[in-house]
């Protein structure tokens, strides 16, 4: 499937170029098409102690089909050594190919809407930057809509968009198909491969996921809801190996 116009493509997305795209290997790693940008991103806390942005790690180089590990037993992290030949670890897909905003809440503020579907939280927190992103949407004022802003672009899985209230436009930016490790030394873990860009993730059936801006791939193993990250990696404390 080559027509960009046969994938699902969600609302306000920008597609990444076409030959960057990340397949998904039946009970295996990741195999990322296209060379797009690898650099490991580090959660640093506000003054407040929450999620206030992401630092720039240990860059890597991109090159055409990487293998990325998914099983979380990797030595050799973020890339695949082999180890879930002998991991163990069920790797079988389970999450929906629907678009997220089928499953979503919708929460109305005087100039914002907010969707959220929480099936997609990826746990970085971003959403509770010393005000809760739910309660910040229904305030009025420019300061308030800049933090909604903020809180929905920095959300790690995608589970929340914001659309303009009175165009009915998603706000979005245009990012770099770029994909990033993250570190969390809040929660003393490593947490998922963060996909920014409208990459295309595509199922080991050949299958096409909805392609989003923002998207969080397990790379613990332990995500109910594969190949997408459900937080599962802060309970299970994930741990890469790698250096910042």
């Known amino acids: 499937?080559?027509?960009?116009?046969?994938?699902?493509?969600?609302?306000?997305?920008?597609?990444?170029p076409e030959n960057?795209?990340?397949?998904?290997?039946?009970?295996?790693?990741?195999?990322v098409h296209g060379s797009p940008k690898l650099l490991q991103v580090?959660?640093?806390?506000?003054?407040?102690?929450?999620?206030?942005?992401?630092?720039?790690?240990?860059?890597?180089?991109s090159k055409d089909s990487m293998y990325l590990c998914r099983c979380g037993h990797s030595k050799n992290a973020p890339f695949c050594d082999g180890s879930?030949?002998?991991?163990?670890?069920?790797?079988d897909e389970a999450a929906s190919f629907q678009p997220l905003l089928e499953g979503s809440q919708e929460i109305d503020g005087p100039t914002r809407i907010l969707t959220d579907n929480e099936h997609y939280c990826a746990f970085s927190r971003f959403c509770d930057n010393g005000e809760q992103v739910w309660g910040e949407v229904k305030k009025s004022g420019?300061?308030?809509?800049?933090?909604?802003?903020?809180?929905?672009?920095?959300?790690?899985g995608g589970r929340l968009l914001v659309f303009d209230r009175e165009t009915q436009q998603p706000i979005e930016n245009v990012e770099e198909a770029g994909i990033y490790p993250i570190e969390d030394p809040a929660e003393g873990c490593?947490?998922?491969?963060?996909v920014r860009g409208g990459v295309r993730i595509e199922s080991a059936s050949g299958e096409s996921y909805e392609i989003r801006n923002r998207?969080?791939?397990?790379?613990?193993?332990?995500?109910?809801?594969?190949?997408f990250c459900d937080g599962s990696h802060a309970s299970v404390k994930y741990k890469d190996g790698m250096r910042s």
């Open 1 to 16: 499937m080559t027509n960009k116009t046969k994938y699902i493509i969600q609302v306000g997305s920008t597609v990444a």
């Open 215 to 227: 998207q969080a791939l397990c790379r613990c193993g332990q995500s109910s809801n594969k190949p």
């Open 20 to 31: 960057i795209f990340i397949q998904v290997i039946q009970g295996g790693p990741y195999l």
């Open 42 to 61: 580090i959660i640093e806390q506000n003054e407040s102690g929450n999620s206030g942005k992401y630092a720039s790690g240990k860059s890597f180089e």
């Open 142 to 156: 420019a300061e308030h809509e800049k933090l909604t802003e903020f809180m929905v672009h920095a959300c790690a």
């Open 190 to 194: 490593s947490g998922p491969l963060m």
């Open 84 to 91: 879930h030949t002998k991991a163990h670890v069920n790797l």
